[in-house]
């Protein structure tokens, strides 16, 4: 069973970082295209970054040059770098995976992907 456990949330100042990790257990991690959502209050969850099987990146255009997202298949664990960090970045974070392996493309909806962590905070203060 494919099980996703976010960590390293919590609060920052505006302007500053937080890294993200999920550790996925349950399948060969280096197969499956990873994704990062976020859900803010009384919003929907949207996308945030994706990295694939095949090692490309994609963001959301409002993070793009502010956040990075990484991959260690070794530890079958998946990064969210996040920087200059902004209040409207507040909301809590997910970890994706893909449900079948070898799958290629951007996957922005949250629909695409199969299985999901159980979220960590993340709270921008002004």
């Known amino acids: 069973q494919v099980q996703l456990v976010e960590s390293g949330g919590g609060l920052a100042q505006a302007g500053g970082s937080l890294r993200l990790s999920c550790a996925a257990s349950?399948?060969?991690?280096?197969?499956?295209?990873m994704g990062w959502f976020r859900q803010a209050p009384g919003k929907e969850r949207e996308f945030v970054a994706r990295?694939?099987?095949?090692?490309?990146?994609y963001y959301a255009d409002s993070m793009k040059g502010r956040f990075t997202i990484s991959r260690d298949n070794a530890k079958s664990t998946v990064y969210l770098q996040m920087n200059t960090l902004k209040p409207e970045d507040t909301a809590v974070y997910y970890c994706?995976?893909?449900?079948?392996?070898?799958?290629?493309?951007?996957?922005?909806?949250?629909?695409?992907?199969?299985?999901w962590g159980q979220g960590t905070q993340v709270t921008v203060s002004s």
């Open positions: 994706a995976a893909d449900g079948r392996p070898y799958v290629s493309g951007s996957h922005y909806s949250e629909y695409e992907y199969d299985y």
């Open positions: 349950g399948r060969r991690f280096s197969n499956y295209g």
């Open positions: 990295f694939s099987w095949v090692g490309r990146t």
